[in-house]
């Protein structure tokens, strides 16, 4: 009867050997690496990615705000005086002028005639010029070849008559502007000569090529 109660025997587990930890320990060791001496590294030089970075940076420091410098001609615009002369009256003002007036006619007059003498001329060498090129089956040429900049000097060589032709136009421009210039002046002074109340009064002109642009009274 006991017997049915009896324990049965569990198996035995196989027992798991372990392999010394000194062989995996050794395994795990790593041998010991040949010290390298790193040579100097050459200058790379900079790349097309650098250089145009290094153009980007350089172009916004340009285009930061600067101290603002006047071009040449604006400082001529500023101080348009060449010089000061003194009068005792406005009639004597209006004499200058008057002078400067007849002058700036007279050449002016002669200008307009070798103006229209060079016209002439050019126009027939063009016509010249488009008839043989017709002939030729050319076009003609219109490019400014016999133009030279000397240090800003404008040097023409073997000027042709179209040349001289645009150097007087130039010309005749410039004296109908100082025509203009001296009569509004004129008129001017006819109107301070009006007031009246002028007697001891001293006037010290500031003229830029003889036409009077400022006018200082002096009591």
């Known amino acids: ?15 798991v050997t372990e392999e010394p930890k000194i062989a995996e320990e050794s395994k795990v060791t790593e041998e010991p690496k040949a010290e390298v ?6 200058s790379e030089k ?7 970075t290094q153009k980007q940076a350089k172009s916004a420091e340009d285009d930061s705000p600067k101290s603002p410098q006047a071009p ?3 400082i001529t615009k500023k101080k348009p005086f060449i010089g000061i002369k003194e009068y005792s009256s406005v009639s004597e003002i209006a004499e200058s002028i008057d002078k400067e007036l007849a002058e700036t006619k007279s050449a002016l007059g002669e200008y307009l005639r070798q103006l229209d003498d060079k016209r002439t001329l050019a126009e027939r060498t063009q016509r010249i010029h488009k008839i043989v090129a017709k002939i030729a089956d050319k076009k003609p040429s219109k490019a400014d070849s016999n133009y030279v900049d000397l240090n800003g000097l404008e040097i023409v ?5 179209l040349n001289e032709l645009t150097a007087i136009e130039n010309v ?8 203009i210039a ?3 002046a004129r008129e001017a002074l006819q109107t301070l000569d009006q007031a009246g109340a002028t007697e001891g009064i001293k006037y010290m ?7 009077p642009e400022q006018i200082l009274l002096k009591l």
Do not use: C, N, W, Y
Request: hydrophobic share 30%.
């Open 1 to 15: 009867m006991f017997g049915r109660f009896k324990k049965k025997t569990e198996p035995e587990k196989p027992t």
């Open 157 to 161: 060589v073997d000027a042709t008559v």
């Open 172 to 179: 005749v421009k410039s004296h109908q502007q100082r025509l």
């Open 37 to 42: 001496t790193e040579k100097p590294q050459a």
């Open 205 to 211: 002109a500031l003229e830029k090529e003889g036409i």
């Open 46 to 52: 900079p790349s097309k990615k650098t250089k145009k």
């Open 182 to 184: 001296l009569q509004k």
């Open 72 to 74: 040449a001609d604006v």
